[in-house]
C-alpha cells in the first residue's frame, strides 16, 4: 500500500496496491489446512456413528423380539367367550427345534376392529435362504414370515406353575395352569437376553418329543 501525493506536495488518501501472489498462495494453503481437518473431524464422527449402530444393533434386535413374544405368547389361551376348540388340546405346545423351541399357541384375538377371531401362531428362529438368522411367525397353516432378524434362538428354559415353581420343560410332560414362560433369546452376534413372559390366562403347555 502507497501513499499517493499531489501537485501541490499535500498527502493524498492511501491507495490499495491488491493482494500479491505470495498473500493468495498462503490463503489457500491455510483453507486447505482447515478443509482437511474439518473433513477428517467429519469422517472420524462418521465413523464412531456407525460403530455405535453396530454396536447396539444386536441388543435392540433382541429387545423388539422380547416385546412382540411377550405380547404375543402372553395372550395363549386367552378367550373372552367360551368356545368349542376350548378342549381341543394344550393351548401351549413347545417342539424342540435346532435354534431351540418351537412355540405354537392359540387364542381369541379381540384386539382389532371386528369380531374377535381364533388364533394359531408358531414362533421359531432359523436361518433364511441366505444364511441370515431369523424369527419367524407362522399363522395357522400359512407359510413363514420374518419378524425380526438377527434371532438365531429362542429357547424355553422353564415354566412358571401355578404354586410360582420353575419347572424345565421336559419331553413328554404336559403342565396345566401355567402361570409364566421363562425365554431365553440369542443373537446372531452372542448376545443373548433372557425373558419372562407372563401368561394371564394360564394355559396348559404340552412339550413334545
Given at each position: 500500500?502507497?501513499?499517493?501525493?499531489?501537485?501541490?506536495?499535500?498527502?493524498?488518501?492511501?491507495?490499495?496496491?491488491?493482494?500479491?501472489?505470495?498473500?493468495?498462495?498462503?490463503?489457500?494453503?491455510?483453507?486447505?489446512?482447515?478443509?482437511?481437518?474439518?473433513?477428517?473431524?467429519?469422517?472420524?464422527?462418521?465413523?464412531?456413528?456407525?460403530?455405535?449402530?453396530?454396536?447396539?444393533?444386536?441388543?435392540?434386535?433382541?429387545?423388539?423380539?422380547?416385546?412382540?413374544?411377550t405380547?404375543?405368547?402372553?395372550?395363549?389361551?386367552?378367550?373372552?367367550?367360551?368356545?368349542?376348540?376350548?378342549?381341543?388340546?394344550?393351548?401351549?405346545?413347545?417342539?424342540?427345534?435346532?435354534?431351540?423351541?418351537?412355540?405354537?399357541?392359540?387364542?381369541?384375538?379381540?384386539?382389532?376392529?371386528?369380531?374377535?377371531?381364533?388364533?394359531?401362531?408358531?414362533?421359531?428362529?432359523?436361518?433364511?435362504?441366505?444364511?441370515a438368522?431369523?424369527?419367524?411367525?407362522?399363522?395357522?397353516?400359512?407359510?413363514?414370515?420374518?419378524?425380526?432378524?438377527?434371532?438365531?434362538?429362542?429357547v424355553?428354559?422353564?415354566?412358571?406353575?401355578?404354586?410360582?415353581?420353575?419347572?424345565?420343560?421336559?419331553a413328554?410332560?404336559?403342565?396345566?395352569?401355567?402361570?409364566g414362560?421363562?425365554?431365553?433369546?440369542?443373537?446372531?452376534?452372542?448376545?443373548?437376553?433372557?425373558?419372562?413372559?407372563?401368561?394371564?390366562?394360564?394355559?396348559t403347555?404340552?412339550?413334545?418329543?
Amino acid at each position: 500500500m502507497t501513499v499517493g501525493s499531489s501537485r501541490n506536495g499535500r498527502a493524498t488518501a492511501p491507495v490499495s496496491a491488491g493482494l500479491t501472489l505470495v498473500e493468495v498462495l498462503v490463503a489457500l494453503a491455510v483453507s486447505a489446512v482447515v478443509l482437511g481437518l474439518v473433513g477428517s473431524l467429519l469422517g472420524s464422527a462418521r465413523a464412531a456413528s456407525t460403530a455405535q449402530a453396530m454396536a447396539t444393533q444386536p441388543d435392540r434386535a433382541l429387545d423388539l423380539a422380547a416385546e412382540l413374544l411377550t405380547e404375543e405368547i402372553g395372550l395363549a389361551a386367552f378367550r373372552p367367550w367360551r368356545s368349542l376348540s376350548e378342549e381341543n388340546g394344550p393351548e401351549v405346545v413347545l417342539t424342540p427345534v435346532a435354534s431351540g423351541h418351537a412355540v405354537q399357541l392359540s387364542f381369541v384375538d379381540d384386539r382389532l376392529e371386528g369380531p374377535a377371531v381364533e388364533r394359531s401362531l408358531t414362533f421359531d428362529a432359523r436361518e433364511d435362504g441366505d444364511g441370515a438368522h431369523q424369527l419367524y411367525r407362522r399363522s395357522g397353516g400359512a407359510s413363514r414370515q420374518p419378524l425380526v432378524s438377527g434371532i438365531a434362538a429362542v429357547v424355553v428354559e422353564s415354566l412358571v406353575t401355578a404354586s410360582g415353581e420353575l419347572v424345565e420343560p421336559v419331553a413328554g410332560a404336559l403342565h396345566s395352569d401355567v402361570r409364566g414362560l421363562v425365554l431365553s433369546l440369542e443373537g446372531e452376534s452372542g448376545a443373548s437376553r433372557l425373558v419372562i413372559v407372563p401368561t394371564g390366562a394360564r394355559p396348559t403347555v404340552e412339550v413334545r418329543e
